[in-house]
């Protein structure tokens, strides 16, 4: 990962958060992004690995 981001931000991208959310279920991975700690609103980073 280059930049951090949200879920929905990495993505989106361009597109409406009702296009994502309709992309991600046929897509199979609704369900894990509902599964984190905040949804699609939670922030996606490798800046805290060692």
Known sequence: MT?????A????????PEQVR?????AGV???L???PH???TLLS???LD
Do not use: K, M
């Not at 930049?3 to 879920?7: R, S």
């Not at 931000?9 to 409406?16: F, I, K, Q, R």
């Not at 309709?22 to 046929?26: D, V």
């Open 46 to 48: 490798n800046r805290f």
């Open 9 to 16: 931000e990495n993505s989106s991208l361009g597109a409406s």
């Open 30 to 32: 609704d369900t894990a």
């Open 39 to 41: 949804g699609h609103d």
């Open 22 to 26: 309709t992309a991600a279920r046929p």
């Open 3 to 7: 930049h951090d981001l949200t879920a």
């Open 34 to 36: 509902d599964a984190l």
